[in-house]
């Protein structure tokens, strides 16, 4: 595959949103909010692939974009000043675990999460329904909400659609999602049904708390001034593995006239094939003035393939999981570094990465860290996958903005 791969365009841009003082409340932590009106613009296309431009109040993001996850406020191992030379326009922050540690009142009362973790770009937070099926006990669903357990200390929580919409609102994050029920996987016909109504009724009253509550969020007045912006809410579409399904849910999703869309219920063990049958049939239904995220995906090649089928945002913690347990996306393939053939190896991880860690460190150093247990082991290798993820993002706008993305495919076919 050497020699498909696209030239990295690697101009981190500056931050549209500042720290700046205004010399109202703390001069050290604050942010210009920007005043826009039109959020979403489609600058290229290339086939169904689409270059873009979101617009948030922390500032622009060109899409196709890949998103690191912050799951409690951190990309896990890796500061924000690394994020913003990595070129990372936008995270990911997790409702759930927010919400159980540190609160999202104490993080209102600090500002915000943009505030609170000194993150000056924009911000997605998801609606905290995937942590709750996927990570807390002794769940129990009702029409009302879902009742859970905290994996942290065994208490007794109920999220629901309302309660979701505040605590994001008071997070503060520039994207937030309605409450969903990501269904089960296998799930039958009837269960599936049962699930997407489920999902739909929930996204009506996520809208509804959102419309009625949307000036709350903690920047809407920024150093005493009104921004004239706030945040933007997608809805999800889920219907499982069935396609009929899929595109009832999204027509109906997209009836409740959301901000964007995103497509859930993915990645949660069905084949790939399944997985991209399901994403096609629900991108048909989109419309194309309005962002659509997929989530919880994927593998490099997974996520350029996306992207060139007109998908604009996609997350995972595969980069950062994956560099925690030595596994390291490269322009050859997947290297496992600690390896013993990596050993007395003195060459930089990937030739033909211009990350801070390839162009520093060799693979013998990567390796004898890793099996050491020394901290920066996970540092330095999430830093580098993360910094593949984020290129491979760039070379696919770049290559839209060409008009041709068969480089870009080809180059990534062998990464899987
Ligand atoms: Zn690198």
């Known amino acids: ?55 948030t109040a922390h500032g622009e993001l060109e899409t196709p974009a890949f998103m690191p996850c912050a799951t409690a406020g951190t990309v896990k191992a890796v500061p924000q000043d690394i994020l913003e030379e990595l070129g990372a326009e936008i995270i990911l922050g997790n409702t759930y675990h927010l919400y159980l540690r540190p609160g999202q009142q104490l993080i209102r009362d600090l500002g915000g999460l943009h505030q609170f973790m000194s993150w000056g770009r924009a911000i997605l937070t998801d609606s905290g329904g995937f942590q709750v099926f996927s990570l807390s006990g002794l769940r129990k669903v009702t029409e009302e909400g879902v009742h859970f357990r905290s994996h942290l200390d065994g208490t007794s929580h109920l999220f629901t659609p309302e309660r979701s919409t505040e605590i994001q609102i008071a997070l503060g994050g520039d994207i937030i999602m309605a409450f969903d029920e990501c269904t089960e996987h296998p799930a039958d016909r009837s269960r599936t049904r049962e699930s997407m109504e489920m999902t739909l009724s929930w996204a009506r009253r996520s809208k509804h708390y959102f419309d009625n509550h ?16 706030t945040q933007m809410q997608f809805g999800i579409v889920q219907g499982g593995m069935y396609r009929d399904l899929r595109r009832e849910s999204a027509q109906r999703t997209v009836e409740l006239d959301f901000a964007g869309y995103a497509i ?34 994927g593998y490099p090649d997974e996520i350029t393939q996306y992207a060139a089928m007109g998908v604009d945002l996609m997350d995972c913690v595969l980069p950062t999981r994956a560099a925690r347990h030595g596994l390291l996306f490269t322009s050859e393939g997947r290297v496992n570094i600690k390896n013993i053939r ?42 580098h996958n993360l910094s593949f993820y984020l290129d491979t993002m760039r070379s696919v706008r770049h290559a839209i903005g060409l008009g041709d993305l068969s480089g870009a495919l080809s180059g990534k076919a062998s990464l899987a």
């Open 1 to 55: 595959m050497a020699g498909v791969r696209l030239p990295l365009v690697r101009s981190p841009k500056p931050m549209r949103a500042t720290p700046l003082g205004l010399g109202l409340g703390s001069t050290s932590n604050m942010f210009i909010v920007t005043s826009v009106t039109r959020s979403f613009n489609v600058q290229a296309q290339a086939g169904p692939a689409r270059l873009s431009r979101i617009v």
């Open 264 to 297: 859930g219920g993915l990645s949660v063990g069905e084949p790939r094939a399944q997985r991209l049958e399901m994403i096609a049939t629900v991108l048909e239904m989109l419309p194309p003035d309005k962002p659509r995220y997929v989530m919880g995906v």
């Open 342 to 383: 990596f050993a007395q190896d003195s060459a930089p991880l990937d030739p033909k990465c211009g990350c801070k860690v390839c162009s520093r460190y060799s693979r013998a150093y990567l390796r004898h860290l890793f099996v050491s247990s020394e901290p920066l082991a996970g540092v330095l290798n999430s830093i």
């Open 214 to 229: 949307q000036n709350e969020v903690p920047w809407f007045t920024s150093g005493g001034r009104r921004s004239g912006q």
